[in-house]
T-cell receptor, first 113, second 115 residues
């Protein structure tokens, strides 16, 4: 186990709704990144938070937003859900921003119907 | 442009044999890191091995080794003595130093170990 926990593990939402996914990072890790993994593909970077500030963003629309809290846990919010948002959402925590390994959680599988 | 290429969508290997999973990458950054992750059906990405662009020696971690050929921009994963539990998706990923610290992942290779 990596010490990174995500909740919930599975979620079903209706198109147009909003969803919040949560990630508890490994103890001492100050950087959290979120990835979207569509079925049969590699994960795609959504955004990263370092010490509560957004520190990089991938090619995702503004309806994907996030937060990082003082304890370095994080939330991913998605508004106006679309069917294509159905995916596995992975959270990764790491210490610092230089080339260090990242530890991933088990993911939240979101289904939009 | 695709930055990580994994040309083998699926691979089969007999238990106890060695297998090589291919990965090529593209970057103009002189400083970067290359990673391999294993993803079982449960979904969690499990870190296997890391190679820094300035590392002189190929990385090894137990049964995993990374065959790093910098001039060819190649970072193949070698798994020795395959086990049934090695059956999973394997992703090659890169982190560049100048463009945030996010990973760029390849499309993955599904490895199936046969008894």
């Amino acid at each position: 186990e990596t010490g990174v926990t995500q909740s919930p593990t599975h979620l079903i939402k209706t198109r147009g709704q909003q969803v919040t996914l949560r990630c508890s990072s490994q103890s001492g890790h100050n950087t959290v990144s979120w990835y979207q993994q569509a079925l049969g593909q590699g994960p795609q970077f959504i955004f990263q938070y370092y010490r509560e500030e957004e520190n990089g963003r991938g090619n995702f629309p503004p309806r994907f937003s996030g937060l990082q809290f003082p304890n370095y846990s994080s939330e991913l919010n998605v508004n106006a859900l679309e069917l294509d948002d159905s995916a596995l959402y992975l959270c990764a925590s790491s210490l610092g921003r230089v080339n260090t390994e990242a530890f991933f959680g088990q993911g939240t599988r979101l289904t939009v119907v | 442009a695709q930055k990580i290429t994994q040309t083998q969508p699926g691979m089969f290997v007999q238990e106890k044999e060695a297998v090589t999973l291919d990965c090529t990458y593209d970057t103009s950054d002189p400083s970067y890191g290359l990673f391999w992750y294993k993803q079982p059906s449960s979904g969690e990405m499990i870190f296997l091995i890391y190679q820094g662009s300035y590392d002189q020696q190929n990385a090894t971690e137990g049964r995993y080794s990374l065959n790093f050929q910098k001039a060819r921009k190649s970072a193949n994963l070698v798994i020795s003595a395959s086990q049934l539990g090695d059956s999973a998706m394997y992703f090659c990923a890169m982190r560049e130093s100048d463009y945030g610290q996010n990973f760029v992942f390849g499309p993955g290779t599904r490895l199936s170990v046969l008894p």
